[in-house]
């Protein structure tokens, strides 16, 4: 189960349907209201049907009104006691207030990725990785940074990795991959069509799919045998992907340190002879 409520409209608000919408803004806006109110009452006060507020609980992930009502009470006790609120960038700032601002920006979309990532979802896609004969690397542009951070992790576990980083490159490696290999695809928007095409290519092959979007229903997500989702508190900026590639990395760290629990005496050796190559390559280039 997803568990943080008002993060997870927050994330998803933008996929989500015009009257869905409606009943999302009523929540954001008056969430002690919402958990009180029987279904019926706030579909009365949100101007929808009941049927809206039960589709809008199944697209955020949970089974129903009551569950979203449970995570909600959650998510509002936790943001009370919040140390580390989303601080709006300043472009004529103190240098001080830049410094505290994309700090404080980077730890709550690291918090709040951890409201919307389900641990299940999160073990089935180590188990997936850990047991395939190949991984391929979906991403693109600002993608093709954490998608290269994990074949660099996993490369010193002595996992097979390719990482494809253009639309050709990706559809070459998924018209290649057979089942029995994985493919974890990373697009924070979940809307990149060639990402999205060579995931295509690849789940036709047989490989198992993985994702890594922002939270909510998007073409990558939908396509994916296991989701997995980050959040991201930037208002500004989107373009630099600030605090999104900061919360991309934190779950490309889970699942590498998954990997590692996964079959640690044998991944123990292989990092301990990878570190050993390394540094008598090193070595033997500056002689």
């Known amino acids: 189960m997803v568990r943080g409520g008002l993060i ?24 002690e ?6 279904i019926q009452k706030l579909a009365k006060e949100a ?17 129903g009104f009551k569950e ?44 709040d990725t951890l409201m919307v990532l ?7 896609a180590i188990g997936l990785l850990s047991e395939a004969r190949k991984i391929a ?29 253009s639309e050709d ?13 994985a493919v974890l695809a990373i697009s924070y928007s979940g809307q990149t069509e060639a990402v ?15 994702s890594l979007t922002q939270f909510g229903v998007n073409p990558v997500a939908q396509i994916a045998d296991i989701p997995l989702f980050c959040s991201t508190v930037e208002k500004d900026f989107r373009n630099g992907a600030m605090a999104s590639r900061i919360a991309q990395l934190n779950v490309i760290d889970m699942l590498y340190v998954g990997l590692v629990q996964h079959n640690y005496e044998g991944h123990i050796e292989t990092l301990n002879r990878t570190k050993e190559a390394v540094r008598y390559a090193r070595n033997k280039s500056s002689h």
């Not at 209201?33 to 029987?38: F, M, R």
């Not at 998924?174 to 029995?180: C, K, P, S, V, Y």
Request: proline letters at 3%; hydrophobic letters at 45%; charged letters at 25%.
């Open 8 to 31: 997870s409209i927050r994330e998803a608000l933008h996929s989500l349907t015009p009257m869905e919408q409606q009943a999302a803004r009523y929540m954001l806006d008056y969430p």
């Open 33 to 38: 209201s919402a958990v009180g109110c029987s």
């Open 47 to 63: 101007d929808v049907s009941e049927a809206t507020i039960i589709r809008l609980a199944q697209s955020l992930g949970y089974q």
């Open 68 to 111: 979203l009502k449970l995570a909600i009470v959650a998510n509002v006790a936790v943001e009370r006691s919040e140390q580390h609120p989303y601080r709006q960038f300043q472009v004529d700032g103190p240098t001080e207030s830049l410094l505290e601002s994309i700090s404080n920006n980077n730890i709550k979309s690291i918090k």
């Open 118 to 124: 389900d641990a299940a979802q999160v073990e089935q």
């Open 137 to 165: 690397i979906f991403g693109i542009e600002s993608s093709a940074v954490i998608a290269d951070d994990f074949r660099h992790k996993a490369s010193r576990l002595g996992m097979w990795c390719e990482v494809g980083a």
């Open 169 to 181: 490159a990706q559809a070459i490696i998924a018209a290649n991959l057979t089942e029995g290999d």
């Open 196 to 210: 999205l095409r060579a995931m295509e290519i690849a789940k036709r092959r047989g490989a198992r799919l993985i």
